[in-house]
C-alpha cells in the first residue's frame, strides 16, 4: 500500500535528519524526490506545489536559527501531509439501532465491504444484519449470501424479488432485533438520475443512520469529483476506500476525499475479510514514514548530533591526534552532509580547483566507511591508536587486509584518508565538531588537493 511513496518518504525524512547543513541544494533535491513520489502517488499537483512551497520557505527563512531549522521543516512535512490526509473520522455505532447502507457505482467494493464491516463489527460485540438490497445484478445477493455463511454472519437477501423496497419492508420487523444493519445497494456506470432516484427512495423508507459512499482506490484524484456528486445528490455522511492494496494511485482518492471533506471511516487493504482497517490518518502517516510518531521522528534528528560521540572526539582533538575511529566518525559526519559532491556545492568558489582535485578521492564514501570498519576491527589496539606504526609496514598491511577481507589499497586508502583529515587537524584549524567539517576546513582541505600536494604512502 503506497510502498513507493513510503520508501521515498522515508529516504527523505533520513536526509533531512542527517543533514548536518540545510542548504538550498539540499533541501531542493530532498522535495524534487518529495514532489515526484507525491505526484505517482496521484496527489493532486497543487496540493504538491503548495507543500513544497510552505517546506522551501521555511528551510529557506532566516529568520529561524539553524539549529531549530530541521526540527522546523519535519515538524512542517509531517503536519502538512498530515493536512492532506484529511481529518480522523470515526464511524461511532450508536446505542440505537444503526442501520448503514453502503453507496456506489459497480464493482467499486461494496458487497465485499459490506462483509468485511459485518465480520468487524460482529467481533467487536455487536448483532450485525446484512441485507442485499441490489436487485439488479443477478449474482449481487447470492454473493452476499455466501460471504455472510463464510463468515458466520446473518444475512436477509430474496433471490426473486426486484424491488429492494419490497425486500426491506418484508424483513423490517425481524431486523429490529439487531443493533447494526448492512445494507447493501445496486450501483451503476456513473450516478446517474436513476440510481439518485432509487437511493432517496431508499432513504425514505429506511432512514439510515449513516449512508457511506465506497470508492475504488485506482480512480486516483476522480474521487473527488464522485464525492462531490454523491454528496450533492444524496447526502453521504463519510467514504470507504477499497483496493488501496491494488494501486500506486491511492494518495489521490484519499487526498481527493480530504479536499472535500467527505471523512475516510475505512480503508481496504485487500480481498479477504479481515482486510480492513479504520483511516487514522496519523497512524497512517507514521506508518508510511516508517515511524512511531512525530516525536520519534524528531528523536531521529537529534541522534545525528549525538553529544556523547562528539564530546569523545573534541577530547581527541584536544589531545592533539585522534585515531582511527575518530577519523571514521568524521568522514561518516561529512557523508551526512550529502558527501563530497554536495560539499563541493557549499564551498565557495571551488569550481576553480575542483579539476585539480583527485577523482573519487572524497566520493562513494559509505561504501568505503563499512570496508573501513571491517579494517579497523582486524587491527590490534596497538595500530587502532597509533596508525603511523603502519607505515611502510607491508606485513602488517597484509595481515590486517587478511583478517579483515579486503586488499591492501583499501587499507592504504583509509591511511591516506586518516593521514589528510590528521593534518588538517594538526595544522591549527578550528575545526568545529558539531558542524562537522567547517566551511574554512573544507576550503583547505581543498586547496591541499588543488597545491597536489603528494600524500605519502
Ligand atoms: P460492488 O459491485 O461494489 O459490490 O463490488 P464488489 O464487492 O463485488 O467488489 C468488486 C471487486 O473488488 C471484487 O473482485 C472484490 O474482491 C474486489 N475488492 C473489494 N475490495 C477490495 C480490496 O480492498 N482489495 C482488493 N484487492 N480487492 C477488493
Ligand atoms: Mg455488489
Known amino acids: 500500500m503506497l510502498e513507493r511513496l513510503g520508501t521515498i518518504l522515508r529516504k527523505a525524512t533520513d536526509k533531512l535528519a542527517n543533514a548536518i547543513f540545510l542548504d538550498k541544494n539540499l533541501v531542493d533535491s530532498i522535495l524534487r524526490d ?44 509531517h503536519d502538512e501531509l498530515l493536512g492532506i490526509l484529511g481529518e480522523y473520522k470515526q464511524l461511532k455505532l450508536k446505542k440505537e439501532q444503526n442501520r448503514i447502507m453502503l453507496l456506489g457505482l459497480y464493482g467499486a467494493g461494496k458487497t465485499t465491504t459490506i462483509a468485511k464491516l459485518g465480520n468487524y463489527f460482529a467481533k467487536r460485540g455487536h448483532k450485525v444484519a446484512l441485507v442485499g438490497l441490489d436487485v439488479h445484478r443477478p449474482a ?13 454472519l446473518n444475512c436477509f437477501v430474496d433471490l426473486e ?67 462531490q456528486e454523491f454528496k450533492e445528490a444524496i447526502n453521504i455522511s463519510g467514504v470507504i476506500i477499497t ?28 480481498e479477504k475479510i479481515n482486510d480492513i482497517e479504520e483511516f487514522n490518518p496519523k497512524s497512517f502517516l507514521s506508518r508510511l514514514l516508517g515511524i512511531g510518531d512525530l516525536q520519534a521522528l524528531l528523536d531521529k534528528i537529534k541522534s545525528v548530533t549525538d553529544e556523547d560521540k562528539q564530546g569523545k572526539i573534541q577530547k581527541s582533538l584536544e589531545g592533539g591526534k585522534l585515531s582511527l575511529e575518530d577519523v571514521i566518525e568524521q568522514v561518516k559526519s ?6 563530497f559532491e554536495k560539499i563541493k556545492g557549499m564551498i565557495p568558489g571551488f569550481g576553480k580547483i575542483k579539476d585539480k582535485i583527485p577523482e573519487n578521492l572524497l566520493e562513494n564514501q559509505e ?20 596508525p603511523e606504526l603502519l607505515k611502510n609496514q607491508t606485513s602488517r598491511i597484509s595481515r590486517i587486509a587478511k583478517g579483515a577481507g579486503v586488499h591492501t589499497s583499501d587499507i592504504r586508502s583509509l591511511l591516506k584518508q586518516y593521514d589528510m583529515i590528521n593534518e588538517m587537524i594538526s595544522s591549527g584549524s578550528d ?27
Open 431 to 457: 575545526m568545529d565538531m558539531s558542524q562537522g567539517m567547517s566551511q574554512k576546513q573544507m576550503m583547505k582541505l581543498a586547496k591541499k588537493f588543488g597545491k597536489g600536494k603528494k600524500l605519502r604512502f
Open 243 to 270: 483496493r488501496m492494496d491494488s494501486t500506486a494511485k491511492a494518495g489521490g482518492a484519499l487526498t481527493a476525499c480530504a479536499e472535500t471533506k467527505a471523512g475516510v471511516y475505512f480503508i481496504g487493504t485487500g
Open 34 to 77: 518529495l514532489q515526484r513520489a507525491l505526484i505517482e502517488a496521484d496527489v493532486n499537483v497543487l496540493l504538491v506545489k503548495q507543500l513544497s512551497d510552505k517546506v522551501k520557505k521555511a528551510a529557506l527563512d532566516e529568520r529561524i536559527k539553524d539549529i531549530d531549522k530541521k526540527e522546523h521543516i519535519i515538524k512542517l512535512l
Open 367 to 386: 561504501a568505503k566507511i563499512s570496508k573501513w570498519e571491517h579494517i579497523i576491527k582486524s587491527m590490534t589496539k596497538e595500530e587502532k591508536e597509533n
Open 334 to 339: 561529512m557523508e551526512s552532509l550529502g558527501g
Open 161 to 227: 424479488e426486484k424491488n429492494a423496497v419490497k425486500i426491506w419492508k418484508k424483513n423490517e420487523k425481524e431486523l429490529k432485533d439487531y443493533d447494526l444493519i448492512l445494507i447493501d445497494t445496486a450501483g451503476r456506470h456513473t450516478l446517474d438520475k436513476d440510481l439518485i432516484k432509487e437511493i432517496k427512495n431508499l432513504n425514505e423508507k429506511i432512514k439510515p443512520t449513516e449512508s457511506i459512499l465506497i470508492m475504488p482506490a485506482d480512480i486516483g484524484q476522480a474521487a473527488k469529483q464522485q464525492a
Open 140 to 152: 449481487a445477493s447470492e454473493q452476499l449470501k455466501q460471504l455472510a455463511e463464510q463468515n458466520k
